[in-house]
């Protein structure tokens, strides 16, 4: 309904109705996206051949419905908010905004299924658990287990969410998958469990303004991006006692205290959460520029763990960054820059790398993400895509850890859509990138070799 009162807007010839109608659409849109209601030891050859192949990056297909008269449109799948490869790389899953859930085939690039109505409301991330099996969530405060061999019909459903589910966890080493919401609750579902009256869940975390939960590949660390501007770090993750050590910590009233009340949290209680064994928080506020505040609405983590990457914005969407934060266990404070006192709730300096973005599509969360190898990031760039890298020869972190923080290496930008970018995903096996956009189209990659 937005969008279609978007495109009515541009059709108006700039009148006060058709400029109040986009206003209000995308006030709706960005309250939506922020929950409100009314290869680590490659060789030097190695990093010089990624170096030459991905500046050759362009697009190799762009599937998409022939255009129709505005009044004949059929039922599309809408925006595409989230892709994801199965481990195995055979099967492309995009998430939409019109409840459908696409399949696509990565080497022929063709669609072979379309899940219609996977959900009552758009669904938001789709997150594969083995080569056959995957997990979507929507904002019908929902959560679907499928099984690729048999489509007609869900697994099972999970509820237990009471706003929009925005984010999909699976932890193999606890066998546990962990969903959060715009609730503000990080939820695990013990699916292997599951009875015919439903599947039991616990709450293990809840904070004000949650955005998006991600767990390290070896599941010793969660990260949590915020709406108030800062990171959660769990470290040493125990998920079947992180319910009982974190019950009374509430990160946004810590922050609070910190930063307005001028309370000393040596001397508050919330400090034993900073020391402990297993479940250890830490919150990571050093951010550029540093006096914003800000949305950090989308997050990933790196395929080694090393680092996490996120995405933010500014209240008043003037300004657009991707940042870097160093996740690895530090084992002593070190000073921030400029002889700054470090805060009690952050062990060291995190921040690595930073880049403006293009701030193009006010409004909607742009996904970005990791290469397998970690070399590269895929950022969504205005109507293309950016790749970006930790130096010139795209060397792995380890390679090039600044002491201070640097600006990302721009690699290349490809603009190949007619919308506004809001996901991109790189293939686990294959040497592809894939990006879907506002208008629902989905375009593949391959550097020309």
């Keep these: 309904m937005a969008k279609s009162n978007l495109r009515q807007a541009k059709d108006t010839n700039g009148s006060n109705e058709a400029v109040e109608i986009q206003r209000f659409c995308l006030g709706w849109l960005k309250n939506r996206e922020l929950g409100r209601r009314r290869g680590c030891e490659a060789s030097r050859a190695q990093s010089d051949f990624i170096g030459r192949v991905y500046p050759t990056l362009q ?5 998409g419905a022939p255009i129709v008269e505005e009044g004949k449109r059929p039922h599309t ?39 219609e109505r996977a959900h009552l409301d758009c669904v938001n991330c789709i997150r594969f658990l083995d080569a056959r099996m995957f997990a979507t969530c929507s904002d019908d405060c929902s959560v679907s287990l499928w099984d690729l061999r048999n489509l007609r019909q869900s697994i099972c459903q999970l ?16 066998g546990l ?32 303004g949650l955005m998006r939960t991600r767990l390290t590949p070896d599941g010793s660390k969660m990260v949590m991006s915020t709406a108030m501007g800062y990171l959660i770090v769990i470290h040493d993750l125990d998920l079947s006692t992180m319910s009982d ?26 400090s034993l959460y900073f020391r402990l064994p297993k479940n250890r928080v830490e919150i990571v506020t050093d951010f550029v ?52 006192k470090m805060p009690p709730h952050q062990t060291r300096p995190r921040l690595t790398h930073f880049i403006e973005e293009a701030n193009v599509g006010r409004g909607f969360i742009k996904e970005l993400c990791f ?26 972190l380890c390679d090039c850890h600044p002491d201070t923080p640097v600006q990302l290496y ?16 790189f293939s686990p096996v294959h040497c592809m990138l894939v990006s879907g956009c506002l208008s629902g189209k989905i375009c593949f990659y391959q550097p020309a070799l």
């Excluded at 697009?59 to 599937?63: A, G, L, N």
């Excluded at 050590?245 to 919330?270: G, S």
Aim: charged letters at 25%; a negative charge.
């Design 289 to 340: 520029p540093t006096e914003n505040y800000w949305y950090i609405t989308s997050l990933q983590v790196h395929p080694q763990g090393w680092c996490s990457l996120s995405r933010y914005t500014s209240p008043d969407d003037d300004s657009e960054w991707t940042c870097v934060h160093d996740l690895q266990d530090s084992p002593k404070r070190k000073p921030y820059a400029h002889g700054q």
């Design 371 to 396: 290469s397998d190898d970690g070399r590269l990031v895929c950022s969504p760039f205005g109507y293309g895509v950016r790749l970006l890298a930790f130096d010139p020869k795209c060397s792995e």
């Design 177 to 208: 998958l962990l969903t959060s919401g715009f609730d503000g609750r990080v939820l695990t579902w013990d699916i292997n469990k599951y009875m015919e009256d439903g599947c039991s869940h616990e709450r293990v975390f809840h904070t004000h």
């Design 59 to 63: 697009r190799t297909y762009w599937p």
């Design 245 to 270: 050590d974190l019950k009374f910590f509430n990160a946004a009233n810590y922050m609070r205290w910190y930063h307005i009340e001028q309370m000393n949290p040596e001397q508050d209680t919330d």
């Design 77 to 115: 799948h809408g925006a595409v908010f989230n892709l994801e490869f199965s481990p195995d790389g055979k099967v492309l899953a995009a998430a939409c905004e019109h409840t459908d859930v696409l399949l696509y085939d990565p080497l022929t690039t063709r669609q072979f299924h379309k899940m």
């Design 410 to 425: 721009e690699v290349k930008t490809v603009v190949t859509h007619a919308d506004t970018v809001l996901t991109t995903k």
């Design 159 to 174: 509820k237990g969410h009471t706003n929009w589910v925005k984010n999909i966890e699976y932890s193999r080493k606890s």
